[in-house]
């Protein structure tokens, strides 16, 4: 490692001598210059951290130095030694060689000493400032990239979570699917009932405005809002002509079976009230059921589901009857909208009616769960 280094600029030869005297126990490496000219020339040879001029030298002024050394050798700390201390020539050295130290001839031995031991800790504190600025850019760089890399994993990993979460959620929708069917494949009648309710009241969840995931429970719902009939006897179910008050009053256990045996699912816990109140009357009539509420009391989805049961009931066929025309259909919403009905609800259903007609209520209709979550 390289000595410290001071050279010192003086047109006086004993003067620079008497420096090298005074300094030659400190460990330092003095190097000393009588011209501004050989003194610029000296530093290309030897790096210094430390030059100290004089003023008043021929040729070249100590300040006119000290500035061509801070252009040329900025990191160098200067310093100005001298027997002339105007004022002005002060302001000068500072401005233009932007000096450390001005230091008066004759000068104290030890104070000198002091100071250039100040100098020397000077420069090393810059140069270690300027050593962990460099740690830190590099550092940051490197941060940058990392950060970058590591931002490329989370987008490519949170590609990969999206898409096994849509995976999951179109088996979860399939296995759903699955069981409705089941339950409606009890009677040839209701064969893909549920699924039409769970379309029609996907398409009024859409015409309402609500989010995707609000959609999506009002489908689900709509598919299992008639499971709970699995607890009620085939007999009553597939019977070909009108219900008797007994049976009629068995049928209408079904919501409440229905939503104790999605209770204990907890994947299916946000639909269990939209199942269990579906045959709710919006006006809280006892001819709702099971538990006779009314107005915003009824979860929305519930309310959108039997607007969409009705209609899938009446305009499919059924042993004691035909399907009805849409113009019927209409009719029995009007009549009951603001007493079983949620009148919003059957606003949106009628909206529907008038702008898809016929083609609304086609029984082969699927849910399309592909296209859903991609949208």
Not at 28 to 47: F, I, M, N, Q, Y
Not at 210 to 226: A, C, F, N, T, W
Request: with cysteine; aromatic share 6%; proline share 4%.
């Amino acid at each position: 490692m390289q000595d410290p280094t001071v050279l010192f600029v003086d047109d006086e030869v004993n003067i620079l001598k008497a420096l090298q005297r005074l300094l030659r126990h400190e460990g330092w490496t003095v190097l000393t210059a009588s011209r501004g000219a050989e003194a610029l020339d000296l530093l290309r040879k030897h790096p210094a951290q430390l030059v100290v001029s004089d003023q008043r030298m021929p040729e070249m002024s100590g300040v006119e130095l000290l500035s061509a050394i801070r252009e040329q050798h900025p990191n160098i700390v200067r310093m100005m030694l001298t027997g002339y201390t105007e004022m002005n020539v002060a302001v000068q050295a500072i401005n233009h060689g932007e000096i450390y130290r001005l230091i008066t001839k004759p000068w104290n031995d030890e104070e000198l000493k002091a100071t250039l031991r100040q100098a020397f800790d000077h420069y090393a504190l810059k140069n270690e400032i300027k050593r962990l600025n460099q740690v830190t850019r590099e550092q940051n760089l490197r941060l940058q990239d990392m950060n970058k890399n590591l931002e490329g994993k989370v987008r490519e990993r949170t590609k990969q979570l999206a898409e096994k979460h849509q995976e999951l959620r179109i088996a979860y929708v399939q296995t759903i699917r699955a069981l409705a069917e089941a339950v409606d494949a009890k009677d040839a009648y209701t064969r893909g009932h549920s699924e039409r309710v769970g379309v029609y009241a996907s398409k009024m969840g859409r015409e309402l405005g609500l989010p995707k995931e609000v959609i999506e429970r009002v489908y689900i719902s709509g598919l299992l809002h008639d499971v709970g009939k699995i607890g009620v006897r085939d007999a009553v179910i597939t019977k070909p002509d009108r219900l008797t008050p007994e049976e009629y009053e068995e049928i209408k256990e079904h919501p409440a079976i229905g939503a104790r045996i999605l209770q204990p699912v907890a994947f299916l816990s946000d639909v269990v009230a939209c199942v269990k109140h579906h045959h709710e009357w919006f006006d809280g009539s006892e001819r709702g059921y099971p538990d006779q509420l009314a107005g915003d009391r009824i979860p929305l989805p519930s309310r959108i589901i039997i607007v969409a049961d009705t209609v899938e009931a009446m305009t499919s066929d059924r042993p004691y009857r035909k399907g009805l025309k849409l113009d019927s259909v209409v009719r029995e919403l009007v009549k009951y909208s603001g007493s079983q009905f949620d009148p919003k609800c059957v606003d949106v259903m009628l909206r529907l009616l008038e702008s898809e007609g016929d083609s609304f209520v086609k029984k082969e209709q699927k849910f399309d769960i592909h296209a859903f979550l991609e949208v």
